[in-house]
């Protein structure tokens, strides 16, 4: 049975949840949106003893992926993810710094785009790719339906969802990602969000006012 860990760091004035995945017995790893505060990041993935083998990232705001590219240089490591429709978000990177006073934000392609079905390994674990597009044109989410969590980026938070006023966000898409891609993946899956604290499928399904009737708003 994989042992799977994860630790939450907190990073860039945002307090995004940059989230380190690994396997407690290779000990091998990824990181996931390296927004900024690359020194906290460094010093998380040195405590925990990690070899970090890839980058994953959710989408392409400033405070999930400013820091991925000089995280990439720093570790020689592969980038994962977003969908290709936040190309735009993350090739303008180091402009959207200058106006958040990030001013060490950089733009970024990833090595490898991401889309529906796709999968994600970090060592043995494997991550199905859900693109669940709203908040951002290329949202993606992932999920292990063996150890029955997910990273779910801005797309769902415990109580809220994500903001659609920004560049490509789309507020019909962003709530028929999540009631017909998540909400399916069972009340007792657990997910890890971009902001603010954790939660699980079902009590979002539940007491999420946002998820609440029928239709789709
Ligand atoms: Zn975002
Ligand atoms: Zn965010």
Same mark, same amino acid.
């Given at each position: 049975m994989t042992e799977v860990r994860a630790a939450i760091i907190p990073v860039t004035p945002f307090q995004q949840n940059c989230t380190l995945l690994w396997?407690?017995?290779?000990?091998k790893g990824a990181v996931i949106d390296p927004g900024g505060d690359l020194d906290r990041i460094r010093q998380a993935i040195a405590e925990m003893g990690i070899t970090v083998e890839k980058i994953i990232l959710t989408h392409g705001h400033i405070d999930h992926a400013g820091g991925a590219a000089q995280l990439k240089e720093d570790l020689g490591v592969p980038i994962e993810g977003p969908?290709?429709?936040d190309r735009f978000l993350l090739d303008r990177l180091a402009e959207t710094g200058q106006g958040y006073g990030i001013g060490d934000a950089r733009a970024v392609t990833p090595d490898r785009w991401l889309n529906e079905g796709d999968t994600v390994t970090i060592g043995d674990l494997a991550l199905d790719v859900l693109h669940c597009p709203g908040h951002s044109p290329g949202s993606v989410v992932f999920v292990s339906p063996t150890q029955r969590f997910a990273i779910v980026g801005d797309v769902l938070f415990q109580g809220s969802v994500g903001r659609?006023?920004?560049? $490509?966000?789309d507020g019909k898409a962003l709530i028929r990602s999540i009631k017909e891609k998540?909400?399916?993946? $069972?009340?007792d899956v657990a997910f890890i969000c971009g902001h603010g604290p954790t939660s699980t499928i079902g009590q979002e399904r539940q007491t999420n006012p946002f998820l609440q009737g029928e239709g789709l708003i």
């Open positions: 396997n407690d017995q290779t000990k969908h290709e429709a659609t006023d920004l560049p $490509g966000g998540l909400l399916p993946l $069972g009340d």
